[in-house]
């Protein structure tokens, strides 16, 4: 199994950054994508962005230019660094973790973009 322990949430201002961290820990495979999905109050869960243990990522069209998804395969994390946010980012953001036959949510962290 796979544990995954998020911080880095808060209330930012309109503009403002956030800087998001997610640690594994466990049984972590070689190969696998961690990233980060999230949800707003009334709406489905959804990608923010995924990157591979190999690098490749992958980002929502609404984050595109504003948010940076990176990792430390050494230690077995995930950062997304949050820039110009907005309202619409509002919501709460779980980290991923993926294989090929299995996957793990951490338990989610509050990200309240507001003046």
């Known amino acids: 199994q796979v544990q995954l322990v998020e911080s880095g949430g808060g209330l930012v201002q309109p503009g403002g950054s956030l800087r998001l961290s997610c640690a594994a820990s466990?049984?972590?495979?070689?190969?696998?994508?961690m990233g980060w999905y999230r949800q707003a109050p009334g709406k489905e869960r959804e990608l923010v962005a995924l990157?591979?243990?190999?690098?490749?990522?992958n980002y929502a069209d609404s984050v595109k230019g504003r948010f940076i998804i990176s990792r430390d395969n050494g230690k077995n994390t995930v950062y997304l660094q949050m820039n110009s946010l907005k309202p619409e980012d509002t919501g709460v953001y779980y980290c991923?973790?993926?294989?090929?036959?299995?996957?793990?949510w951490g338990q989610g962290t509050q990200v309240t973009v507001s003046s």
């Open positions: 991923y973790y993926g294989v090929t036959y299995s996957v793990a």
């Open positions: 990157i591979t243990s190999g690098g490749v990522t």
């Open positions: 466990g049984s972590i495979s070689s190969f696998n994508a």
